[in-house]
Structures are given as structure tokens and as C-alpha cells.
């Protein structure tokens, strides 16, 4: 088995264990650094936070993730900090991060506070003003079942406080933070050690890869694992997937033209975090960014990939939801092939790829290598949005989630498309709904004609599907929920048409 070279806190490491053990068991096992914690193991508490730092642009980036659920090959050449790190070279063997939780009494039993100090030290590295919902949206992925969140809130208020005029510039503000003892010096050697370098490590076996003939039995593939793992939790010995985190190919937003017509092609890999932080996708569907926090928890977004979500096939994937509403197109290619660009690739229209419960249009020894969705002449005409049917806010997967997408030209709804998840085997379009929408009127200016056309619309989809009833929801609750989330659609899209008035009076 091939040594896995990886930084851990500040010294370079030669791992013997296979590339698809999960990270926690490595590092509380072979590495035997147990302040990472295992609480649940299925990415719900945050007990297992580590920081990965990896190189990006020209920088080096630290983001915190649940290692319960992480393959330990997606390290490779990079560098991983648990809490033992962060104490290195401290003058009081507290960072802090760690202070703040001390003076502000955060902490009882202390088996969730590790993951709470690497999830507040990933969000201090990350380049934006520090401010307590920033803050605290760090920590949706983190559960506290003795201390009470009061006293974290007030000690994230004071890192907010002491850490607010931090820079922006990536490499300027991780050497802040070691100034300030919240990162360990190994931080600036292992950016010394990127510049200058290709970043991603390749996969391990793709030199064995691209001589197997084409009666080899196809690999297993993992991207983020988060939900790869929660489903097989104990990983076979010597279990060496094909991870699509470490191939650049599968992590790059691009546009592309293709026969004379522009796409925004994302690759598999990009992770749920890098999907909504993208300019390209945040220009293609502007307001985007507003959904990101319904997806899951940070911890979990930093993790998931796009392509994980389409694949997993559950009906109610969110970022699933979301693409069949914006026209997305998958890029199939054979798995040895994924990292060649000129390779032989299909396109499969999204909506296409779903054949039945859990059953897709993927070959054995097929990947899916990127989504396209078609780039549009003027994107800021482009109306979306999203809803979610989900008993809480955080970290919960939907009964019911729907999304729109059209544009309006000449005051009428145009490439109008709706999808629908959680109402049948496989996540689907209304076409009922679209119909009802396709070059209707849209008056904003309506809001009577307006309130009539989204009520049309919400019947049209919730008439037209048969749920079943499971323990998110009864059939009968999943049809009104799809009811009631195409007019919020509505409310959300024309809310200064004075819509939500007319609705529910
Ligand atoms: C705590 C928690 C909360 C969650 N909340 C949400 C939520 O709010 N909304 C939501 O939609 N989902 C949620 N999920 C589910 C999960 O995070 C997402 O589906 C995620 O996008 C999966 O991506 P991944 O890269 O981690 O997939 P993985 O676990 O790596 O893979 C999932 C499946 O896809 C296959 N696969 C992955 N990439 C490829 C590829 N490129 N080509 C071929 N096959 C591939 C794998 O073999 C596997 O069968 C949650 C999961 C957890 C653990
Ligand atoms: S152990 Fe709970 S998120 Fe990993
Ligand atoms: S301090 Fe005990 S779980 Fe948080």
C-alpha cells in the first residue's frame, strides 16, 4: 500500500493507512491525536472538527470539516490541525479562541468544545468581516448538550469584538491570526511550502488506472462522503475509492462553449461551500447565495460536493432541486478518463438521469465529471428561488423542496422551469406547473392577476403528484406543503408587488 504524504499540525507525515478510512479513526487511532472527538459519527454534532488547510490562488485556505465523514486520501498534500496543533508555540497553551470560551465559561463537560474552537478558528480564517451571524453560522454544525449557548454566543461576541478589523487579503490575514496566536506558526511554513507548487495532489492509483482494460471492475467513488459514510461507517480494510476531491479537473468552475452555446460548466468535485461562493454561479443566478444556509451546516457545506448531491439520487437533494430548475446538463465520462479533458464525455440532460428510486443513467465504471448550466444572454433577468419543507432550520434533510427559474421578456414569464422534490421516487419537473407558467403574463405592478397566476401554478403541481407517506411526512402533508412552497416561491420573487397580501390575507 502506497504512503500517504500529508501535514499534520507541524510535521510532515507518511500515513500507512488506506485512503478511504475515515479521517477521525486515523487521526485518533494512527495518529493518536484524541482531542478530535466522536460523537455521532453521521456529521450531526461537529464533535470530530479538524482544519484543512490546502493551497488555493496564491494563498493557502483553512476550513473546518466533520473528519467523522472525511476520506482520509483527500489530505494527501495537505495540512491537517487538530487542537494539539493550534496550542503549538502558545505562550499559555491556550489560543484565543480557546480564552474566549475559558472567560466566558463555554464549556462543561468539553466534549463538543473542540469542535466549536476549530469551527470559530476556520471562521476567523476565512476572509470576510467578522460579525456575530457570521460567527455563528460557523457553529450551525455544532451541538452542545450540557453548557447552553449563551455562553458560546457571548464567547463568539467577544472574538467578533477583538478580531473585527482583521485583513481581508487571504496571506495577510492568516499571518495576522499567527501574530495572534489563534493559528500555530506551522501555518505560514506549510503556505511557504505551497508557493510555488501545483496544489492537488493526484490520486494515488492513477497510473494503475489508465492500464486497466475495460473488464476491470470499476471503483467505488467518494466525493465529500458525507453521505457515503453516514451510510457505510465502518470502511472495509484497505479501502482505496476513487476520490474526486483530488482531481483539479473535477474542481473547477468554468464557462465553456459547446456548438455555439455558452454554458457554466462546474465540476463534480466543487463542494456545496465553493458552489454558492462562486462568482460565476452567483452571476448566472443572482440571489443564489440566500439559500446556502438551508443546505445542511457549514461543517457539512465545506464537505459535501455538487456531484455527490446528484448522485446520492435522494428525491429530495437540494442542490439536486435547484439545478433541474436551472436546465443543468451532466458530463458523463468513463471513471479512467476523468482526468482528460480531450476524453470521449455524454451529456445527460438532469432531469433525464433519474430512472427510478435511487437507479440512474451511470454506467458501472462511469463518472459523473461536471454539471453545466446553460449561461443565459442576460443573466440578471433570471428570477429563482428555492423552498424547503424541513422540521428545523439547520442540518435537516427536506420533506418537500421545490425550485423556479425564467426570466421575463416583454412582461411575460419565459424558460419558465419548476422542480420538485420529496413527492416521488426520483426528484422531477413540473411539468403541470410550467405549463400553467410558460408565457403567462406577470404583472408586477398586478398583484390581483399576480396572486391568481401563482395560486394556478401551486395547484397545477400539487394536483399533479402522488407522494407517498414516510416519517417526514404524510402524503397528504407533502402535496399541501408543494402547494404552499410554489406561492412562497411567488411571494419571494414579486414581494414588492405586494403579492403576500393578496395571498394570505
Ligand atoms: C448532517 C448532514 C446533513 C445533510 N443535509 C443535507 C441537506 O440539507 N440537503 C441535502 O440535499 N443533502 C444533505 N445531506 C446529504 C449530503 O451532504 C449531500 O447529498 C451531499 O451533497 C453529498 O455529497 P458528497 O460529495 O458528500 O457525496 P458522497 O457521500 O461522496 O457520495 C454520494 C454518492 O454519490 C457517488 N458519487 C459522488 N461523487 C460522484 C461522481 N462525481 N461521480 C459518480 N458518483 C459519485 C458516491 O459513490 C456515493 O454513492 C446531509 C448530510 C449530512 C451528513
Ligand atoms: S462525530 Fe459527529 S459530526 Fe463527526
Ligand atoms: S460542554 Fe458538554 S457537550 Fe458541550
Known amino acids: 500500500m502506497a504512503l500517504l504524504n500529508l501535514k499534520v499540525n507541524s510535521t510532515w507525515q507518511e500515513l500507512h493507512s488506506a485512503e478511504g478510512t475515515p479521517a477521525l479513526d486515523v487521526i485518533r487511532g494512527e495518529l493518536a491525536l484524541t482531542s478530535t472527538k466522536e460523537g455521532c459519527r453521521e456529521g450531526d454534532c461537529g464533535a470530530c472538527a479538524v482544519l484543512v488547510g490546502e493551497h488555493v490562488g496564491n494563498s493557502v485556505r483553512y476550513r473546518a470539516v466533520p473528519s467523522c465523514l472525511l476520506p482520509v486520501g483527500a489530505l494527501r498534500g495537505k495540512h491537517l490541525l487538530t ?25 462543561q ?19 470576510q468581516v467578522p460579525d456575530l451571524a457570521g460567527a455563528l453560522r460557523a457553529i450551525d454544525g455544532n451541538l452542545c448538550r450540557c453548557t447552553g449557548y449563551g455562553a458560546i454566543r457571548r464567547a463568539a461576541a467577544k472574538l467578533v469584538a477583538r478580531f473585527k478589523d482583521l485583513p481581508l487579503e487571504p496571506t495577510a490575514r492568516l499571518k495576522a491570526l499567527v ?37 476491470v471492475t470499476p471503483q467505488t467513488v467518494v466525493g465529500g462522503g458525507t453521505d457515503y459514510y453516514v451510510r457505510n461507517p465502518e470502511s472495509e480494510e484497505g479501502f482505496s475509492p476513487l476520490l ?3 482531481l483539479p479537473e473535477l ?12 454554458w457554466l460548466e462546474i465540476g463534480a468535485a466543487v463542494t456545496v461551500r465553493d458552489f454558492f461562493a462562486s462568482p460565476g454561479v452567483r452571476r448566472e443566478v443572482p440571489g443564489i447565495e440566500r439559500f446556502e444556509t438551508m443546505f445542511a451546516s457549514t461543517l457539512i457545506r465545506n464537505l459535501a460536493t455538487i456531484g455527490g448531491n446528484i448522485v446520492n439520487a435522494s428525491p429530495v437533494a437540494d442542490i439536486t432541486s435547484m439545478l433541474l430548475a436551472l436546465g443543468a446538463q451532466l458530463v458523463i465520462v468513463p471513471e479512467k478518463e476523468a482526468e482528460n479533458d480531450s476524453a470521449a464525455r455524454r451529456l445527460c440532460p438532469l432531469e433525464q438521469f433519474f430512472l427510478g428510486y435511487k437507479t440512474l443513467d451511470l454506467a458501472p465504471g462511469e463518472i459523473l465529471k461536471a454539471i453545466r448550466i446553460p449561461a443565459l444572454d442576460d443573466p440578471s433577468s433570471r428570477r429563482f428561488s428555492f423552498e424547503k419543507a424541513s422540521k428545523r432550520k439547520n442540518l435537516d434533510i427536506a420533506a418537500v423542496n421545490t425550485a423556479i427559474s425564467f426570466h421575463i421578456e416583454g412582461g411575460r414569464c419565459k424558460g419558465v422551469r419548476v422542480s420538485l422534490g420529496g413527492v416521488a421516487p426520483i426528484p422531477l419537473l413540473s411539468t403541470e406547473a410550467m405549463r400553467v407558467l410558460e408565457g403567462a403574463f406577470c404583472d408586477v405592478l398586478d398583484r390581483r392577476e399576480l396572486a391568481e397566476l401563482a395560486r394556478k401554478a401551486a395547484l397545477a403541481a400539487a394536483s399533479s403528484v402522488s407522494p407517498i407517506s414516510d416519517v417526514r411526512g404524510s402524503a397528504e402533508y407533502r402535496r399541501r406543503a408543494t402547494h404552499q412552497l410554489i406561492l412562497a416561491h411567488f411571494v419571494r420573487l414579486f414581494e414588492e408587488s405586494g403579492i403576500a397580501e393578496e395571498l394570505f390575507p
Request: proline share 5%.
Open 179 to 215: 501574530e495572534a496566536q489563534v493559528l500555530p506558526p506551522s501555518v505560514l511554513k506549510f503556505l511557504a511550502e505551497s508557493i510555488g507548487q501545483e496544489s492537488a495532489p493526484r490520486r494515488q492509483n492513477s497510473e494503475t488506472i489508465s492500464l486497466l482494460g475495460d473488464d
Open 109 to 127: 463537560c468539553g466534549f463538543c468544545t473542540p469542535g466549536f474552537i476549530i469551527a470559530l478558528t476556520s471562521w476567523l480564517a476565512e476572509s
Open 251 to 262: 474542481r473547477q468552475i468554468r464557462y465553456v462553449d459547446d456548438r455555439g452555446d455558452g
Open 244 to 246: 474526486t476531491q483530488i
Open 83 to 107: 487542537l494539539e496543533g493550534l496550542v503549538e508555540e502558545t505562550e499559555d497553551g491556550l489560543t484565543p479562541v480557546m480564552r474566549a470560551f475559558l472567560d466566558e465559561n463555554a464549556s
